[in-house]
């Protein structure tokens, strides 16, 4: 019986590294697993990152949305207020002297705190913004009736000889339609041809005939003050010439769009009609 071949010192050498090597690949598979789990948790991550910013930029969007629809609604209320402002300037010699708070154009030039600051500073400046309007069409009401008559110089009757008020100033039915209509002035039923006098001094700014108003004549009176008459028969002034209270400027007809003979009158104040009512004595 044979004996089997000894090994030799080379195959004894492989022998002894095999358990070595055997290590070393468990050792790299493990610290593959490791890595590539660590690889796949770092993709979480920044997919769970990346889906938190976009939500974030989504929500400031909205943010920045509503805080430029507020700076809107404070441009406009900023530009009410101020044209008020400026009317009262010129309407009544104020010369920028207005007794109220001035707005604080300060608090919008602050650093802030995030969105929650800021919307809070917003609703600050509007609500100030508001007080102050309110304030400024308070005052500008009680200029319209303090002294009324000293102040405008309108006043007195545009039908001199006996007439009878057919309509009154706001809202009526219209005689054409029978919907309802703001009337802006008073009607006073005459006869055809009846006298005509202006209410107050001032120069002839229109004497034409209108679609609606027919034959029409307009005096201006300063600082924004505008006596109508209308639905004329014939006009007896002229653009530019000048008439003293009481002057017979035109005679009583039913021309334009009216029902009959009756004469429309209205006082206008920077294009706003007011109550003629008002300035007419008894």
């Known amino acids: ?16 590294l095999t358990p070595w090597l055997c290590l070393a690949l468990i050792s790299t598979l493990l610290a593959a697993v490791f890595f590539y789990s660590q690889w796949q948790s770092s993709q979480r991550q920044q997919q769970l990152l990346t889906s938190q910013l976009a939500q974030q930029k989504r929500i400031q969007q909205r943010e920045l949305t509503r805080i430029g629809q507020r700076l809107g609604q404070l441009q406009a209320q900023v530009s009410q207020v101020s044209q008020m402002s400026h009317r009262l300037v010129s309407d009544y010699d104020l010369m920028d002297e207005l007794p109220v708070a001035r707005l604080d154009t300060n608090l ?101 005939h209108h679609k609606d108003f027919g034959n029409m004549v307009e005096i201006n009176h300063g600082q924004g003050w505008i006596t109508r008459y209308a639905h004329l028969d014939s006009q007896l002034v002229e653009v530019g010439e000048y008439v003293e209270q009481g002057q017979l400027i035109a005679r009583m007809g039913r021309s334009g769009r009216a029902t009959g003979v009756h004469l429309h009158y209205e006082v206008l104040k920077g294009n706003k009609q007011l109550n003629p009512a008002r300035f007419i004595l008894n």
């Open 108 to 208: 919008l030039q602050r650093p802030f705190n995030g969105f929650a600051d800021l919307n809070q500073t917003l609703s600050q400046v509007m609500a100030h913004t508001q007080e102050y309007g309110i304030t400024l069409v308070a005052l500008e009401s009680m200029l319209l009736n303090l002294h009324i008559n000293e102040i405008t110089q309108v006043q007195g009757h545009p039908v001199p000889g006996t007439s009878e008020l057919s309509s009154g100033f706001g809202k009526r039915s219209d005689p054409f339609s029978g919907r309802a209509r703001w009337h802006r002035g008073l009607d006073f039923r005459g006869k055809i041809g009846e006298p005509i006098a202006a209410t107050a001094a001032g120069v002839v700014s229109v004497s034409e």
């Open 1 to 16: 019986m044979q004996k089997a071949p000894a090994l030799t010192k080379q195959t004894r050498f492989a022998w002894s």
